[in-house]
Protein backbone atom coordinates (compact mmCIF):
# COMPACT_ATOMS: atom_id res chain seq x y z
CA UNK A 1 0.00 0.00 0.00
CA UNK A 2 1.58 3.34 -1.02
CA UNK A 3 2.15 5.94 1.62
CA UNK A 4 0.56 9.52 1.54
CA UNK A 5 3.65 11.17 0.50
CA UNK A 6 7.54 9.25 0.87
CA UNK A 7 10.36 11.70 1.51
CA UNK A 8 12.84 11.80 -1.34
CA UNK A 9 15.65 11.76 0.68
CA UNK A 10 18.47 9.47 0.47
CA UNK A 11 17.37 5.53 -0.49
CA UNK A 12 20.85 4.36 0.73
CA UNK A 13 21.42 6.97 3.83
CA UNK A 14 19.69 6.15 7.23
CA UNK A 15 18.34 9.17 8.96
CA UNK A 16 21.32 9.09 11.55
CA UNK A 17 23.93 8.59 9.03
CA UNK A 18 24.62 12.27 8.33
CA UNK A 19 23.30 13.09 11.96
CA UNK A 20 26.22 14.83 13.94
CA UNK A 21 28.55 15.41 11.97
CA UNK A 22 29.93 19.11 11.84
CA UNK A 23 33.51 20.07 11.70
CA UNK A 24 35.83 21.04 9.31
CA UNK A 25 38.52 19.31 7.68
CA UNK A 26 42.60 19.95 8.43
CA UNK A 27 45.76 18.60 6.35
CA UNK A 28 45.42 14.98 7.80
CA UNK A 29 41.35 14.18 7.16
CA UNK A 30 39.98 12.21 4.79
CA UNK A 31 38.31 15.25 3.73
CA UNK A 32 41.74 16.88 2.50
CA UNK A 33 42.58 13.27 1.08
CA UNK A 34 39.85 13.80 -1.52
CA UNK A 35 39.93 16.05 -4.30
CA UNK A 36 36.25 17.41 -5.91
CA UNK A 37 36.18 19.38 -8.64
CA UNK A 38 33.49 20.99 -11.11
CA UNK A 39 31.33 23.85 -10.87
CA UNK A 40 28.12 23.94 -9.00
CA UNK A 41 25.10 22.28 -10.33
CA UNK A 42 27.23 20.30 -12.58
CA UNK A 43 28.44 16.62 -11.37
CA UNK A 44 31.25 16.96 -9.65
CA UNK A 45 34.86 14.58 -10.42
CA UNK A 46 35.53 13.20 -7.46
CA UNK A 47 39.26 11.27 -6.86
CA UNK A 48 39.87 9.06 -4.07
CA UNK A 49 42.84 8.11 -2.68
CA UNK A 50 44.38 4.40 -2.85
CA UNK A 51 44.54 3.98 0.60
CA UNK A 52 42.52 3.83 3.79
CA UNK A 53 40.43 6.24 5.19
CA UNK A 54 40.20 8.34 8.51
CA UNK A 55 38.12 6.81 11.49
CA UNK A 56 36.66 10.69 11.95
CA UNK A 57 34.22 12.18 10.46
CA UNK A 58 34.76 14.87 8.52
CA UNK A 59 32.83 17.78 6.37
CA UNK A 60 34.59 20.37 3.99
CA UNK A 61 32.62 23.39 2.58
CA UNK A 62 34.17 23.16 -0.87
CA UNK A 63 31.74 26.16 -2.58
CA UNK A 64 30.91 28.83 -0.19
CA UNK A 65 27.09 29.55 -1.18
CA UNK A 66 25.65 33.11 -0.18
CA UNK A 67 21.92 32.91 0.46
CA UNK A 68 19.68 31.66 3.84
CA UNK A 69 21.54 29.38 6.06
CA UNK A 70 19.98 25.95 6.65
CA UNK A 71 18.31 25.19 9.94
CA UNK A 72 17.12 22.43 11.58
CA UNK A 73 13.49 23.13 11.17
CA UNK A 74 14.19 23.69 7.46
CA UNK A 75 14.12 21.46 4.59
CA UNK A 76 16.52 22.17 0.97
CA UNK A 77 16.29 20.62 -2.21
CA UNK A 78 19.86 19.56 -3.73
CA UNK A 79 21.68 17.14 -5.67
CA UNK A 80 23.87 14.65 -4.22
CA UNK A 81 26.64 11.99 -5.16
CA UNK A 82 27.82 9.16 -2.90
CA UNK A 83 31.09 6.84 -3.31
CA UNK A 84 32.05 4.10 -1.37
CA UNK A 85 35.75 4.24 -0.10
CA UNK A 86 36.28 0.23 0.20
CA UNK A 87 40.31 0.27 1.86
CA UNK A 88 41.91 1.05 -1.31
CA UNK A 89 39.13 0.98 -3.87
CA UNK A 90 36.18 3.16 -4.71
CA UNK A 91 33.32 3.63 -6.78
CA UNK A 92 30.18 5.59 -7.44
CA UNK A 93 27.24 4.20 -5.60
CA UNK A 94 24.75 6.85 -6.41
CA UNK A 95 24.08 10.02 -7.89
CA UNK A 96 21.14 12.54 -8.52
CA UNK A 97 23.46 14.55 -10.96
CA UNK A 98 23.87 11.29 -13.25
CA UNK A 99 20.45 10.90 -13.30
CA UNK A 100 19.44 14.27 -15.12
CA UNK A 101 20.21 16.28 -12.49
CA UNK A 102 16.62 15.52 -10.83
CA UNK A 103 17.14 17.20 -6.85
CA UNK A 104 15.91 15.53 -3.79
CA UNK A 105 14.73 16.84 -0.40
CA UNK A 106 16.90 17.06 2.81
CA UNK A 107 15.66 17.35 6.05
CA UNK A 108 16.74 18.91 9.01
CA UNK A 109 18.31 15.60 10.63
CA UNK A 110 21.06 16.08 8.01
CA UNK A 111 22.88 18.01 10.99
CA UNK A 112 25.82 17.74 9.12
CA UNK A 113 24.86 20.39 6.84
CA UNK A 114 23.07 22.83 9.22
CA UNK A 115 24.54 26.36 9.05
CA UNK A 116 25.67 25.64 5.51
CA UNK A 117 24.11 28.12 2.95
CA UNK A 118 22.20 27.85 0.14
CA UNK A 119 24.29 27.54 -2.85
CA UNK A 120 27.06 25.96 -1.42
CA UNK A 121 28.82 22.35 -1.93
CA UNK A 122 29.17 20.52 0.61
CA UNK A 123 31.85 17.58 1.45
CA UNK A 124 31.01 14.81 4.19
CA UNK A 125 33.56 11.50 4.56
CA UNK A 126 31.39 9.38 6.75
CA UNK A 127 32.97 6.39 8.91
CA UNK A 128 31.48 3.49 9.35
CA UNK A 129 30.65 3.93 12.81
CA UNK A 130 28.52 7.16 11.64
CA UNK A 131 27.14 5.91 8.65
CA UNK A 132 25.26 1.94 8.89
CA UNK A 133 27.80 0.49 11.65
CA UNK A 134 29.63 -2.90 11.30
CA UNK A 135 26.79 -4.93 9.45
CA UNK A 136 26.90 -2.11 6.79
CA UNK A 137 23.59 -2.42 4.52
CA UNK A 138 23.64 -5.38 2.15
CA UNK A 139 20.68 -4.34 -0.29
CA UNK A 140 22.80 -1.24 -0.59
CA UNK A 141 26.41 -2.70 -1.39
CA UNK A 142 27.35 -1.11 1.69
CA UNK A 143 29.96 -3.45 3.93
CA UNK A 144 30.55 -2.77 7.37
CA UNK A 145 34.14 -1.60 6.11
CA UNK A 146 32.88 0.70 4.22
CA UNK A 147 33.60 4.46 3.87
CA UNK A 148 30.56 6.72 2.71
CA UNK A 149 32.05 9.84 0.57
CA UNK A 150 29.19 12.52 0.27
CA UNK A 151 28.92 15.38 -2.21
CA UNK A 152 25.80 17.37 -2.12
CA UNK A 153 24.94 20.90 -3.71
CA UNK A 154 22.66 23.13 -1.73
CA UNK A 155 20.00 24.35 -4.51
CA UNK A 156 16.77 26.18 -2.18
CA UNK A 157 16.20 26.23 1.54
CA UNK A 158 12.58 26.09 3.05
CA UNK A 159 11.27 26.98 6.38
CA UNK A 160 9.58 24.75 8.72
CA UNK A 161 6.73 27.41 8.84
CA UNK A 162 6.57 27.81 4.63
CA UNK A 163 3.31 28.79 3.13
CA UNK A 164 1.58 29.65 0.11
CA UNK A 165 2.48 32.65 -1.46
CA UNK A 166 -0.31 33.81 -3.94
CA UNK A 167 -3.27 35.74 -3.92
CA UNK A 168 -6.52 34.28 -1.91
CA UNK A 169 -9.19 33.69 -4.04
CA UNK A 170 -11.34 31.07 -2.31
CA UNK A 171 -11.96 29.50 1.36
CA UNK A 172 -14.10 26.92 -0.07
CA UNK A 173 -17.03 26.42 1.35
CA UNK A 174 -20.88 25.77 0.28
CA UNK A 175 -20.60 21.79 -0.50
CA UNK A 176 -17.07 21.76 -0.26
CA UNK A 177 -15.11 21.99 2.56
CA UNK A 178 -14.35 25.93 4.39
CA UNK A 179 -10.11 26.80 4.79
CA UNK A 180 -8.90 29.02 7.50
CA UNK A 181 -5.13 29.42 7.83
CA UNK A 182 -2.50 33.03 9.25
CA UNK A 183 -0.25 33.60 7.61
CA UNK A 184 2.47 30.85 8.12
CA UNK A 185 -0.06 28.62 10.27
CA UNK A 186 -1.50 25.29 9.28
CA UNK A 187 -4.97 25.84 7.73
CA UNK A 188 -8.11 24.44 9.64
CA UNK A 189 -10.89 22.76 7.50
CA UNK A 190 -14.40 22.64 8.31
CA UNK A 191 -16.28 20.09 7.00
CA UNK A 192 -19.89 20.20 5.36
CA UNK A 193 -22.87 19.07 6.00
CA UNK A 194 -23.73 16.65 3.43
CA UNK A 195 -22.05 13.60 1.15
CA UNK A 196 -18.85 14.32 -0.58
CA UNK A 197 -18.61 14.05 -4.20
CA UNK A 198 -17.72 11.13 -5.80
CA UNK A 199 -15.03 11.76 -8.17
CA UNK A 200 -11.87 14.32 -7.45
CA UNK A 201 -12.31 17.18 -7.11
CA UNK A 202 -9.82 19.99 -7.03
CA UNK A 203 -10.38 24.07 -5.66
CA UNK A 204 -7.93 26.41 -6.24
CA UNK A 205 -7.94 28.66 -2.92
CA UNK A 206 -5.09 31.05 -3.25
CA UNK A 207 -3.56 31.54 -6.82
CA UNK A 208 0.73 31.63 -6.91
CA UNK A 209 2.28 33.04 -10.39
CA UNK A 210 5.13 30.56 -10.16
CA UNK A 211 5.74 27.53 -12.77
CA UNK A 212 3.24 25.11 -13.16
CA UNK A 213 4.09 21.42 -11.79
CA UNK A 214 5.34 19.34 -14.36
CA UNK A 215 5.25 15.62 -14.39
CA UNK A 216 8.70 14.14 -13.45
CA UNK A 217 9.33 17.05 -11.03
CA UNK A 218 10.66 16.98 -7.66
CA UNK A 219 7.85 19.33 -5.65
CA UNK A 220 8.43 20.74 -1.60
CA UNK A 221 5.16 21.26 0.01
CA UNK A 222 3.49 21.96 3.15
CA UNK A 223 -0.28 19.81 3.89
CA UNK A 224 -2.96 18.96 5.85
CA UNK A 225 -4.43 15.85 5.29
CA UNK A 226 -8.22 15.23 7.12
CA UNK A 227 -10.56 12.64 6.91
CA UNK A 228 -14.33 14.01 5.44
CA UNK A 229 -16.29 11.38 7.51
CA UNK A 230 -15.55 13.42 10.80
CA UNK A 231 -13.06 16.35 10.06
CA UNK A 232 -9.80 13.95 11.85
CA UNK A 233 -6.87 15.44 10.79
CA UNK A 234 -5.01 12.08 10.24
CA UNK A 235 -0.96 13.93 8.85
CA UNK A 236 0.16 17.18 8.68
CA UNK A 237 3.72 18.45 7.31
CA UNK A 238 2.93 21.29 9.54
CA UNK A 239 2.94 19.31 12.89
CA UNK A 240 6.08 18.49 12.02
CA UNK A 241 7.75 22.06 11.51
CA UNK A 242 9.16 20.33 7.58
CA UNK A 243 7.89 20.83 3.98
CA UNK A 244 7.41 17.41 2.25
CA UNK A 245 9.33 16.98 -1.04
CA UNK A 246 8.22 13.60 -3.71
CA UNK A 247 8.31 13.34 -7.46
CA UNK A 248 5.26 14.23 -9.50
CA UNK A 249 4.02 11.43 -11.70
CA UNK A 250 7.05 8.97 -10.43
CA UNK A 251 6.76 5.34 -11.40
CA UNK A 252 6.08 3.67 -9.44
CA UNK A 253 3.70 6.11 -7.30
CA UNK A 254 5.38 8.10 -4.49
CA UNK A 255 2.16 9.53 -3.36
CA UNK A 256 -1.71 8.70 -3.47
CA UNK A 257 -2.93 8.96 -6.96
CA UNK A 258 -5.59 11.70 -6.39
CA UNK A 259 -1.86 13.92 -5.44
CA UNK A 260 -0.47 13.36 -8.70
CA UNK A 261 -3.85 13.87 -10.72
CA UNK A 262 -4.91 16.74 -8.59
CA UNK A 263 -1.16 18.70 -8.26
CA UNK A 264 -0.32 18.53 -12.02
CA UNK A 265 -0.38 21.70 -13.65
CA UNK A 266 -1.07 23.85 -10.33
CA UNK A 267 1.53 26.52 -10.10
CA UNK A 268 4.30 27.24 -7.40
CA UNK A 269 2.47 29.81 -4.93
CA UNK A 270 -0.57 28.05 -4.84
CA UNK A 271 -2.87 26.36 -2.02
CA UNK A 272 -4.50 23.52 -3.46
CA UNK A 273 -7.77 21.76 -1.70
CA UNK A 274 -7.66 18.03 -2.90
CA UNK A 275 -11.14 16.36 -1.89
CA UNK A 276 -9.97 12.85 -2.90
CA UNK A 277 -12.41 9.78 -3.04
CA UNK A 278 -11.49 6.13 -2.00
CA UNK A 279 -10.74 5.27 -5.24
CA UNK A 280 -7.64 8.12 -5.95
CA UNK A 281 -7.00 7.39 -2.28
CA UNK A 282 -6.33 4.14 -0.24
CA UNK A 283 -8.75 2.02 -2.38
CA UNK A 284 -11.43 0.00 0.02
CA UNK A 285 -8.63 -1.15 1.95
CA UNK A 286 -8.44 2.24 3.46
CA UNK A 287 -5.19 2.69 5.63
CA UNK A 288 -6.16 1.31 9.30
CA UNK A 289 -3.21 2.72 11.03
CA UNK A 290 -4.43 6.28 9.85
CA UNK A 291 -7.96 4.90 10.86
CA UNK A 292 -8.87 5.62 7.10
CA UNK A 293 -11.93 3.41 6.27
CA UNK A 294 -11.87 2.12 2.62
CA UNK A 295 -15.03 4.20 2.51
CA UNK A 296 -13.41 7.57 3.83
CA UNK A 297 -13.05 10.65 0.99
CA UNK A 298 -10.25 12.71 2.54
CA UNK A 299 -9.52 16.17 2.22
CA UNK A 300 -5.89 17.74 2.13
CA UNK A 301 -5.33 21.39 2.01
CA UNK A 302 -1.36 21.35 -0.32
CA UNK A 303 0.78 24.24 -0.41
CA UNK A 304 3.47 24.46 -3.09
CA UNK A 305 5.99 25.85 -2.49
CA UNK A 306 9.07 24.66 -5.00
CA UNK A 307 8.89 22.24 -8.20
CA UNK A 308 12.16 21.52 -10.08
CA UNK A 309 12.88 19.72 -12.88
CA UNK A 310 16.57 18.60 -14.39
CA UNK A 311 17.77 22.00 -13.81
CA UNK A 312 17.06 22.46 -10.46
Not at 49 to 58: C, M, Q, R, Y
Not at 176 to 194: E, F, N, Q, R, S
Not at 235 to 244: A, I, M, N
Not at 284 to 292: E, V
Amino acid sequence: MRRIAVLTALPLLAVGVLAGCGGSSNSSSSAAAVSVSGTFGKAPTVTIPAEKAETKLDVKTLVHGSGPAFSKTDAFVGNYAIYLWSGTSHKLLQSTFKSGGKPTLFSGTETALVGQKMGSRVLAVIPPKEGFGTSGDAQAGIKGTDTLVFVVDMIKDFSGTASATGQQVSSGGGSLPTVAAAAGAAPTIKMPKGNPPKNLTTKVLIKGTGPAVAPGNTVVVQYTGAIWRDGTVFDSSWKRSQPFGFTIAASPSQVIPGWDKGLAGQTVGSRVMLVIPPADGYGKTGSPQAHIKGTDTLVFVVDILGAFGSAG
